[in-house]
């Protein structure tokens, strides 16, 4: 039982790598999340921030590897033969990941924008001279 759960995440971690490995996306999102995480570690965001960051970073990953699975498989259904059906089925498959990216993208400018203006507030309240 143990060494089938081994092999399952082994399964898991190959199909990762497949995707950044052959997936220009995938290497987009890896350079935002890298990018992310290291603005993120200069402000000094609070740990409800970190969970917000975490679940935009992690909802576009998702809706990615969904996104990769579904045109792999529907370009496997037909033989990379033009399929007007298979057309809309891989536009709204990668209309969910632009979904999700633009959700990722508001949540990211929120929490860095208040990060900065609440940096602004103290340095403002700090640096007040009182006559």
Do not use: Q
Not at 72 to 100: Q, W
Request: charged share 15%.
């Amino acid at each position: 039982m143990v060494i089938s759960r081994i092999r399952s995440v082994a399964f898991a971690i190959a199909g990762i790598r497949h995707m950044l490995i052959l997936e220009l996306n995938a290497r987009i999102h890896l350079l935002a999340t890298v990018a992310v995480i290291i603005a993120g570690i200069i402000y000094g965001l609070t740990p409800i921030k970190w969970i917000a960051l975490a679940l935009a970073i992690g909802l576009v990953w998702i809706a990615e590897t969904f996104n990769t699975a579904i045109e792999k498989l529907c370009d496997y259904a037909c033989g990379k033969e033009y399929n007007p059906e298979i057309k809309t089925i891989k536009d709204v498959s990668a209309g969910a990941v632009l979904i999700a990216a633009c959700l990722s993208v508001i949540i990211g400018f929120l929490v860095f924008i208040l990060s900065i203006r609440a940096d602004e507030k103290v340095f403002m309240v700090n640096t007040t001279v009182v006559i």
